[in-house]
């Protein structure tokens, strides 16, 4: 008990103006379909603390204080974004109360910069293999033109009959090649 009383005591210690702040901040984030991440970096701003203390405070202390209130904020988001979805007109879609907050604003332009990033890194993997290809056809158009050049030697598998003629022609090579041999070894022994 003694722990909790010194915890209490400190100079940094959670406030309950603290967790009030920090839940509000929560919920519109849940609510407007932010990240929790993004409530705790705000919060961490407004507070004087890091992101970190403020996620631990949430899911360690506070968060279970305000169940009711999560799940409330999740069907308003979800209420939300059905009213986004259900409207079919593009200009209707765009409504002004959704755009006010600078924050959305910020993040509609972080997401067009990270999209225009992720789209010009892949426009240069297409270009670099688009000229892959290029090289490549190129390579194998010259390959072909070689083949077709070049005379074919192989006429195929050899039939049993070929297989034997060719056998007996190479026996007939050797045993020339042997007698030779013995002729030219009978020459030399005679010298």
């Known amino acids: 008990m003694q722990s909790v009383e010194k915890w209490a005591t400190r100079s940094d ?3 309950p103006q603290d967790d009030e702040r920090l839940s509000a901040l929560v919920l519109e984030h849940i609510r407007t379909g932010s990240t929790q991440l993004r409530a705790f970096e705000e919060a961490a701003a407004e507070l004087g603390r890091t992101a970190a203390a403020c996620g ?3 899911n360690g202390v506070v968060r ?35 755009m006010t907050s600078s924050d959305s604003m910020r993040e509609v332009v972080t997401f067009l910069q990270t999209y225009d990033q ?6 240069s993997q297409l270009e670099a293999l688009e000229s892959e290809r290029r090289s490549l056809t190129e ?4 390959l072909e033109a070689k083949l077709t050049r070049a005379p074919i030697v192989d006429d195929g598998p050899l039939t049993p009959e070929q297989l034997e003629q ?18 030219d070894g009978r020459t030399h022994a005679n010298d």
């Open 64 to 98: 279970k204080d305000y169940k009711q209130e999560i799940e409330e904020a999740k069907r308003a988001r979800k209420m939300q974004h059905k009213a986004r979805t259900t409207v079919s007109s593009p200009a209707i879609t765009a409504e002004p109360a959704t």
């Open 118 to 123: 992720q789209y010009q890194k892949l426009r």
């Open 56 to 58: 631990y405070r949430w």
């Open 139 to 142: 390579q194998v158009r010259t």
């Open 13 to 15: 210690a959670w406030t």
């Open 166 to 183: 060719d056998s007996k022609a190479l026996f007939a090579i050797m045993e020339r090649a042997r007698k030779l041999l013995e002729d």
